[in-house]
């Protein structure tokens, strides 16, 4: 990872989970690396731990903590190189009429307008010396998903973005791509299956059977899988992708459990 060297790179939600993985593998590269958080107590646990990434509180749908957070990037290290957009949440599991507004609402608000308002803030920072965006993504991102529909138009949502800012970015050399991961070996999709399985009135052993069944590997991937593929699109070899689904997935089928139905 010899090209990660010295990069500056933004991370939103990067104090715990997959976002915490990404930005600690970075900054040991040689990164200079800077996180934006919710989570207070996340926040200072990683911040104890890594005190050489700089670390912020802010909610990234929240227009003025999210600009507070790059004004702060700005005023230290005067540009980035590289946005990864990794804040998300899993939103409610059930059918449409069973969701709540409220909750659709918040997903909506953190998969998206964090997203929006993170990358606006972003891009005076990138201009300069042109860069890379990555959005993380999900398979609910090109597939239906039973049961996620807040999830789904948010991830749907996001490979729209994707695209329409690479062709409005293009020609100041800033590139755009998602990574699509199929359901991450961790906390949050063993959250997911546990809501699931009390949606369904079954058991999580069976739900995360399902889950498996549905690529046909059968299997989930690692997050140095989605570490891999983020330093292969912020390195020089991928200076000519820009507007792509990079998917790590092997090979979703369906997003369907139709015997469970």
């Known amino acids: 990872m010899e090209h990660v060297k010295d990069l500056k790179i933004a991370i ?24 934006c958080d919710i989570d207070e107590g996340h926040l200072k646990s990683f911040s104890d731990k890594n005190p050489q990434i700089f670390s912020y509180h802010a909610n990234v749908s929240n227009e003025s903590e999210i600009q507070s957070f790059f004004k702060e990037i700005k005023d230290k290290f005067n540009n980035i190189d590289v946005l990864i957009n990794n804040a998300g949440i899993s939103g409610p ?34 201009k300069n010396n042109g860069g890379s965006i990555i959005n993380i993504g999900s398979t609910s991102s090109f597939l ?21 800012w690479a062709m409005e970015y293009g020609k100041n050399n800033i590139r755009v791509n998602a990574v699509c991961p199929c359901s ?20 999580t052993e069976k739900i995360r059977s399902a889950y ?14 989605v ?34 139905d």
């Open 12 to 35: 939103t939600a990067g104090a715990s989970g997959i976002g915490s993985e990404i930005a600690i593998a970075l900054s040991k590269a040689g990164a200079e690396v800077m996180i």
């Open 93 to 126: 599991s059930g059918k449409l009429e069973d969701i709540d507004f409220n909750e659709w609402k918040e997903t909506l608000n953190v998969n998206l307008d964090g997203v929006f308002l993170a990358t606006r803030s972003a891009i005076p920072l990138l």
């Open 144 to 164: 239906g998903n039973p049961l996620r529909s807040a999830y789904s138009a948010t991830k749907w949502g996001l490979i729209g973005l994707t695209k329409t």
């Open 184 to 203: 991450v070996n961790g906390e949050r999709i063993e959250n997911v299956i546990k809501k699931e399985a009390e949606y369904r009135n079954t058991s």
């Open 212 to 225: 498996l069944e549905q690529t046909s590997l059968e299997t989930f991937i690692d997050v140095e899988e």
């Open 227 to 260: 570490i891999g593929m983020i330093v292969y699109l912020i390195s020089p070899l991928a200076k000519k992708i820009t507007g792509q689904m990079l998917v790590i997935d092997g090979n979703t089928e369906t997003l369907s459990m139709k015997d469970m």
